[in-house]
């Protein structure tokens, strides 16, 4: 081989040494520096993260109504339908349709000329029946006191007796046919047996009705009720005389107050649910019968639960979880959640009162991110309103 290609070769050789001997010393400083000069670990500066805004809760207490809905039809505390029990012709009929009337006001007034004429019959025939009565107790009382001295004959004196019974007989007859006939004027009015609003007339003036033919409604609507059903579970928590609220589609801002005036004996074994009847005040008449309504009744209470708004729970497959906010980093834990005011729910396992939950945010954490409000804003308290 040639002396300069010898010479060449071993550059080539001398640079590849030199190359290898600076990447072990590049390694072993690396090494050092890792190590430290006592050989320990040393942990690399972690990324400082910036912290991911969110708004934030305090956990606090408040004393919770335990309540339970019900929903039912508004009907008419009393309803019944008017109709004659006579027959006859309509003279005249007393009230406006929809108007409210007192009780023994007069509805429908029933000609009653041809009552009027046996009537005037029947008190002719009686007074005559009195007088015949009359008579006989004379011829009576005269055979009798003529019997000691045998004027009259016994059988004479019971013929008279017979006679005056008769008599007295058709006096009596004649009396109750006259207060039949009465009783029959009386029903040729036609009154309202309670107070309350009358409907449409089904029947118009000059009407020829039957005995049972539905002329008009009348309904009592202060008070109205309302039938509901509630779970068994409830059924020992109710009593007679317990408030219950009633709200209607009609009405979207108002509350109706109501009080319990039955409560079910016995649980539905289908529906395991049992039945409350309320009473609802309507002075104002506002109300109707056949509205759709709920009804709520609050059956317990709940002193000093710790509540958070129900924003700040984040479903999962077993159930809730919060983020929880401790020394300023994020913390998922899980919950558990009882009753659901509105925009509230109560924690009964997984927080205390004081802790600060995330409201705001939490679908950018995962947890153990620290995290920050943005701005110097305080949390925000569940018991104020919004």
């Known amino acids: 081989m040639p002396r300069w290609e010898r010479v060449k070769r071993g550059l080539s050789i001398l640079a590849a040494v030199l190359g290898s001997a600076a990447i072990l010393a590049g390694v072993a400083a690396h090494f050092v520096l890792e190590r430290g000069e006592g050989g320990e670990n040393v942990p690399e500066p972690q990324r400082r993260r910036d912290p991911v805004p969110v708004a934030l809760s305090i956990v606090k207490a408040m004393t919770l109504q335990e309540t339970v809905f019900g929903v039912g039809t508004l009907e008419a505390s009393a309803e019944v339908e008017i109709a004659p029990e006579i027959a006859g012709r309509v003279r005249a009929i007393r009230f406006e349709e929809g108007s409210f009337?007192?009780?023994?006001?007069?509805?429908?007034?029933?000609?009653?000329?041809?009552?009027?004429?046996?009537?005037?019959?029947?008190?002719?025939?009686?007074?005559?029946?009195?007088?015949?009565?009359?008579?006989a107790r004379r011829v009576f009382e005269r055979r009798q006191q003529a019997r000691e001295r045998?004027?009259?004959?016994?059988?004479?004196?019971?013929?008279?007796?017979?006679?005056?019974?008769?008599a007295l007989a058709d006096r009596d007859r004649l009396e109750a046919e006259g207060t039949l006939i009465e009783r029959e004027l009386q029903d040729m009015k036609i009154l309202a047996p309670f107070a309350g609003v009358?409907?449409?007339?089904?029947?118009?003036?000059?009407?020829?009705v039957t005995v049972g033919r539905v002329l008009a409604r009348l309904y009592q609507l202060d008070p109205l009720e309302i039938n509901f059903w509630l779970p068994e579970r409830h059924h020992g928590r109710l009593r007679r005389g317990q408030p219950v609220t009633v709200t209607v589609a009609a009405y979207p801002e108002r509350e109706f107050a109501g009080t319990v005036q039955f409560v079910g004996p016995a649980v539905d074994p289908i529906t395991r649910q049992f039945l409350v009847k309320a009473l609802v005040?309507?002075?104002?008449?506002?109300?109707?019968?056949?509205?759709?309504?709920?009804?709520?009744?609050?059956?317990?209470?709940?002193?000093?639960?710790?509540?958070?708004?129900?924003?700040?729970?984040?479903?999962?497959?077993?159930?809730?979880?919060?983020?929880?906010?401790?020394?300023?980093?994020?913390?998922?834990?899980?919950?558990?959640?009882?009753?659901?005011?509105?925009?509230?729910?109560?924690?009964?396992?997984?927080?205390?009162?004081?802790?600060?939950?995330?409201?705001?945010?939490?679908?950018?954490?995962?947890?153990?991110e620290p995290v920050g409000t943005g701005d110097d804003a305080p949390p925000e308290d569940p018991n104020e309103e919004t």
């Not at 009537?119 to 005559?128: D, E, G, I, T, V």
């Not at 004196?157 to 008769?166: D, R």
């Not at 009358?198 to 020829?208: C, N, T």
């Not at 506002?286 to 129900?310: C, H, N, W, Y």
């Open 101 to 135: 009337v007192e009780e023994d006001d007069v509805l429908f007034e029933l000609d009653d000329d041809r009552l009027g004429h046996q009537r005037a019959a029947r008190q002719a025939a009686l007074r005559a029946a009195e007088i015949t009565a009359a008579n």
């Open 281 to 368: 005040p309507n002075e104002e008449h506002d109300l109707k019968p056949g509205m759709f309504a709920t009804a709520s009744v609050t059956v317990g209470e709940r002193q000093d639960r710790p509540v958070i708004p129900d924003v700040a729970l984040v479903a999962t497959r077993r159930g809730y979880m919060v983020f929880v906010v401790e020394d300023g980093v994020a913390v998922a834990r899980e919950v558990r959640t009882g009753l659901r005011p509105e925009g509230l729910v109560e924690i009964t396992e997984g927080l205390a009162v004081g802790e600060q939950v995330v409201r705001e945010g939490h679908l950018r954490l995962s947890g153990g």
């Open 150 to 166: 045998g004027v009259f004959t016994e059988e004479a004196i019971e013929e008279a007796e017979a006679a005056l019974e008769t």
């Open 198 to 208: 009358v409907s449409h007339r089904e029947v118009d003036r000059g009407a020829h």
